[in-house]
């Protein structure tokens, strides 16, 4: 096989590579705005609900949900299980890290095993460490159900008081970071001055016929799940951006090898034609020279 019709070989199967990266991207880019434009109805909903949850907070109660029996903090770790993460998962981890630090945490709770195992490693003989497995197989939704039952488990028992979540959020397509937000306890999720009495015309019409502890209780149960969700969300939306920026700069290094294939290609038929062009002077050199 000649020396151009090689190059051309590989210029051809670049090309077809960059084609395929390209339609991975867009592919992904459109993921990236539909998910990022799904967040949309839970934040109109955490609008509505902390609205609600403020009025009801005027009713007083001593629910362990609401006012927790124990101190102690937990970090909730929100992680990807997607190979374009690993960068990101790292920087959780170091986040986590301050985190615990910072509240003296002793129990982490990690969703994503990928993270969890790193964690393990680390921090397993020194802290409880909870993995929340099977991510892609139970979904968003039935993941912030079983997470949400394990912490209201652990702080009813008393294990635990305060939660504080570490996690991915894109802030636009190109820019990913991990942030910091307290979940529970919902008295400092949802801020109220006791010292401040509410209007009574505020209030008149507000009748309470279930056990206020039961309503706050349910309330903060499903404001957690709620706030779980819409971080798993926010992961999920993050890792289709992790995408568009793995694909786009490995598109950037195809199209630079396709430009520098496609330059190899030209000379190399250029110096076939003169080779060619040697060749048939040479040949009529020694014709001539026969005659």
């Known amino acids: 096989m000649?020396?151009?019709?090689?190059?051309?070989i590989?210029?051809?199967?670049?090309?077809?590579?960059?084609?395929?990266?390209?339609?991975?991207?867009?592919?992904?880019?459109?993921?990236?705005?539909?998910?990022?434009?799904?967040?949309?109805?839970?934040?109109?909903?955490?609008t509505y609900f902390t609205d609600f949850f403020k009025m009801a907070s005027f009713f007083g109660t001593?629910?362990?949900?609401?006012?927790?029996?124990?101190?102690?903090?937990?970090?909730?770790?929100?992680?990807?299980?997607?190979?374009?993460?690993?960068?990101?998962n790292s920087r959780l981890i170091?986040?986590?890290?301050?985190?615990?630090d910072k509240n003296n945490a002793n129990d982490i709770i990690v969703l994503g095993n990928k993270a969890g195992e790193k964690i393990k490693a680390v921090l397993g003989k020194t802290k409880k460490v909870h993995v929340v497995t099977d991510i892609h197989?139970?979904?968003?939704?039935?993941?912030?159900?079983?997470?949400?039952?394990?912490?209201?488990?652990?702080?009813?028992?008393g294990r635990i008081g305060k939660i504080v979540a570490v996690y991915p959020f894109a802030i636009n397509i190109n820019l990913i970071r991990p942030k910091v937000a307290v979940l529970f306890p919902s008295t400092e999720a949802f801020p109220v001055d006791n010292k401040e009495e509410p209007k009574e015309e505020s209030i008149e019409?507000?009748?309470?016929?279930?056990?206020?502890n039961d309503i706050l209780g349910y309330l903060a149960s499903l404001w957690l799940t709620c706030r779980i969700y819409e971080l798993l969300m926010n992961c999920e939306c993050s890792g289709f951006a992790a995408q568009v920026q793995q694909l786009e700069s490995a598109g950037?290094?195809?199209?630079?090898?396709k430009l520098l294939l496609g330059v190899a290609v030209k000379k190399s038929r250029k110096s076939?034609?003169?080779?060619?062009?040697?060749?048939?002077?040479?040949?009529?050199?020694v014709n001539t020279k026969s005659a």
């Open 252 to 257: 950037d290094r195809l199209k630079k090898e």
């Open 94 to 100: 170091r986040s986590m890290q301050a985190e615990a």
């Open 205 to 212: 019409h507000v009748v309470v016929e279930s056990d206020k």
């Open 62 to 88: 001593d629910h362990p949900l609401v006012h927790p029996k124990s101190n102690a903090t937990a970090i909730l770790v929100v992680s990807s299980e997607s190979a374009f993460m690993g960068d990101m």
């Open 137 to 157: 197989k139970n979904g968003n939704y039935k993941t912030s159900i079983n997470t949400k039952d394990y912490i209201i488990n652990e702080v009813m028992e």
């Open 272 to 285: 076939d034609i003169s080779k060619s062009l040697a060749e048939v002077f040479a040949s009529r050199m």
């Open 2 to 8: 000649s020396k151009t019709k090689k190059l051309k």
């Open 10 to 46: 590989d210029y051809d199967d670049t090309a077809e590579i960059l084609d395929l990266i390209l339609i991975l991207k867009d592919i992904a880019t459109t993921l990236f705005q539909k998910s990022a434009k799904s967040k949309q109805i839970l934040i109109d909903f955490v």
